[in-house]
């Protein structure tokens, strides 16, 4: 999870930026205050971007902002599953070659019954722990990404940090 919060906090902070303000803490405050839910920051963040780059037009930058926002959408689903998952017990069978049909018990992130039409699993209903390291890196490799690009906009545009 708290690879994911990088992620918020560099798109927060990129919103910022968009707004004229380098990591201006009362810009960034007020996105999460004023947007609860993710998709409502994102929503807010596009609309910042679209006055930005209106005012400073670069369709390389408007093109990479697009491209982090919409991994941003499709990796917060998977947050989601974090969030809100169960660890469970299973009974793992399979056919091994050698010794015929063999079982394990595993434990692996799950959707709760009730959300499982809402929540959906990476790679099948359960996700072991490979499947959620894998899935968190991809979350550090997108805050890397944010992070990147923001600082690729610092300077190009006239944006400071506030005063």
Known sequence: MSRW????????????????????????RRLGQDNRIFAMRIKAIRASAKVYFIRYCSQDDEGRFDQLAQQAETLSDIRNN????????????????????????????????????R??????????????????????????????FSASLVGSNGCSRPE
Do not use: C, N
């Open 82 to 117: 974090f969030a809100h998952g169960i660890v469970e017990q299973i009974l793992y069978r399979y056919e091994a070659t050698t010794v015929g049909p063999h079982s394990v018990t595993l434990h692996a992130l799950g959707a709760p019954w009730y959300t499982s039409g």
């Open 5 to 28: 919060e990088r992620v918020e906090t560099g798109l927060a902070s990129l919103h910022s930026i968009f707004l004229g303000k380098m990591a201006d803490i009362e810009i960034i």
């Open 119 to 148: 929540l959906q699993m990476i790679e099948g209903f359960k996700m072991g722990s490979y499947e959620i390291d894998l899935q968190s890196m991809r979350f550090e490799f997108l805050a890397h990404e944010i992070h990147q």
